[in-house]
Each structure stands twice: as structure tokens, then as C-alpha cells.
């Protein structure tokens, strides 16, 4: 049984900053892409950031030279650091994850959210 576990959530003043974490727990095998998505009251779930396993990073333009996505492979875990926040930036925060349990097993996981709340 694999978990993806998120933290770091918070409220915080515009132009502040936040550290998001996902730890991923299980029986694992191996993580190929990790990914941060959000999803504003009202909104549709959009992707903000991922990682390959190699270290290659993007970012939607609306978080570009803002946000930084990294990972430390040997704890399974994958760090969001926001900075310059906006109060656009509210919203549930997600990890998503391509996880091989085996060999021969993999699919995507997805964490329950941690809440992100940027005040004006």
C-alpha cells in the first residue's frame, strides 16, 4: 500500500513564503515523475510543477521563477518551495506521483492536498 502524505500547508501574507512536502510511504520500488497540481475554490485542478526522476524540472508560467519544485530521492520525498506568494496562489495544494510498487507494477498515486491560503 503506497500513500503519498502532503505538508507544509498554511496561511500566509502575500509576498511570504511556504515549503510543501510529500512523502511517499509504501513499499515502493521506484518514483519516476512527481507533480504539483492546485485546485482554487471554484476552479478546475491545474498543474503547477513537476520533477523526473533525472532531476528535470518545468513549471506553468504562472509560478515561473517563483516556485521551486526538488526531491530527495533517498526519502522519497519531493519539497514545493513558493516564494513571492499572491493571493491567487490560494488553493489545495496536491501530489501526484508515478510509482512502480515492483518490477513489474506502476500507476499513479495522489496525495489528499494540504491547504495553501495567501492574505492580502
Known amino acids: 500500500q503506497v500513500q503519498l502524505v502532503e505538508s507544509g500547508g498554511g496561511l500566509v501574507q502575500a509576498g511570504g513564503s511556504l515549503r510543501l512536502s510529500c512523502a511517499a510511504e509504501g513499499s515502493i520500488f521506484s518514483i519516476n515523475d512527481i507533480r504539483w497540481y492546485r485546485q482554487a475554490p471554484g476552479k478546475q485542478r491545474e498543474w503547477v510543477a513537476s520533477i523526473t526522476n533525472a532531476g528535470r524540472t518545468n513549471y506553468a508560467d504562472s509560478v515561473k521563477g517563483r516556485f521551486t519544485i526538488s526531491r530527495d530521492n533517498a526519502k522519497n520525498t519531493v519539497y514545493l518551495q513558493m516564494n513571492s506568494l499572491k493571493p491567487e496562489d490560494t488553493a489545495v495544494y496536491y501530489c501526484?506521483?508515478?510509482?512502480?510498487?515492483?518490477?513489474?507494477?506502476?500507476?499513479?498515486?495522489w496525495g489528499r492536498g494540504t491547504q495553501v491560503t495567501v492574505s492580502s
Open positions: 501526484y506521483a508515478d510509482i512502480a510498487t515492483t518490477y513489474y507494477e506502476r500507476r499513479n498515486y
